[in-house]
């Protein structure tokens, strides 16, 4: 049954001054990590989505990111249609079975407004809503926001990045899309901020921007970071896709000594456990 009040009246992130987990659920077929397995014979096992979702909020997830089109490097556009298949009805099953405040990873403005309609609680845009009506279509839904920066768009986002200074530029677009959203009426504790790792970005960038995490609290909103299995890792490490998991923990204890609010991974357990061990040792620095 779905709560008698919307997911998003009350955000996890709101009055917590602990950093939070998020867990990504990809109900894609391509997606760099995961993809594909929640699928059973090339369609959507929705049994094996719900049972995913429960061991994620077993394990401690405080929010499920949910997402149907593939943001990986190279990765092409689906249709609009295709994206709401995939995750409208997602959306519509987490909401009435489980207590979880559900965020949907999504640019485009139809997807938007059906997953609110649905029971999200939070549009995570890689784009920043800059997707023609996508920054009405979150005004009208009244959801909070997480903006996020890219340079480039996904097919051809790694080919050859470009940066005077990636702190600086990156801040300055994040600045800019608030303003934006805030001119446009969308209230301003309703934004969060992404810098993007590896979405347009080298490993110098990367690197650059989790060690000055801590300079995006000059935009006073809550800070989200990705970095889960990335290929960053693999850069430093070596690593395989499914071999990252230590370089995750250590990026997202980083992540936490350094401001962030919400970090955004695939394995949840170990993930909330290397944030709380953060998080404790933080507040006894302090």
Not at 97 to 123: C, N
Not at 158 to 170: A, G, K, T
Not at 259 to 284: F, L, N, P, Q
Request: glycine share 8%.
């Amino acid at each position: 049954m779905k709560r008698d009040e919307p997911l998003h009246s009350s955000k996890p992130w709101s009055g917590v001054d602990k950093p939070m987990v998020m867990g990504i659920l990809n109900v894609t077929p391509d997606s760099f990590s995961d993809g594909g397995r929640l699928f059973v014979n090339n369609r959507l096992d929705y049994s094996v989505v719900l049972q995913t979702a429960k061991k994620m909020l077993d394990d401690g997830a405080a929010i499920i990111d949910v997402g149907g089109e593939s943001t990986r490097p190279g990765a092409k556009p689906i249709s609009v249609q295709q994206e709401l298949d995939r995750v409208v009805s997602v959306v519509e099953r987490l909401a009435a079975q489980l207590p979880v405040y559900i965020s949907v990873d999504t640019s485009t403005p139809e997807v938007m407004r059906e997953s609110a309609k649905a029971g999200a609680g939070l549009i995570n845009d890689v784009r920043a809503l800059q997707k023609e009506g996508a920054v009405q279509a979150v005004k009208e839904t009244g959801l909070p926001i997480c903006l996020m920066h890219m340079q480039g768009e996904p097919d051809s986002m790694q080919s050859d990045p470009q940066y005077r200074n990636v702190l600086e530029e990156v801040m300055a677009f994040l600045r800019a899309r608030i303003r934006v959203c805030e001119a446009a009426g969308i209230a301003p504790q309703n934004i969060i901020i992404d810098p993007g790792f590896g979405f347009g970005k080298t490993l110098e960038n990367n690197l650059t921007l989790l060690n000055q995490l801590q300079q995006f609290q000059q935009l006073k909103k809550p800070i989200m970071v990705g970095m889960s299995r990335k290929s960053m890792i693999a850069a430093v490490t070596g690593r395989s896709v499914d071999e990252r998991l230590a370089g995750s923990l250590a990026l997202a204890t980083i992540a936490v000594e350094r401001g962030a609010d919400i970090i955004r991974v695939h394995d949840v357990k170990e993930s909330v456990d290397a944030v709380a061990m953060a998080t404790a040792v933080k507040r006894e620095m302090i």
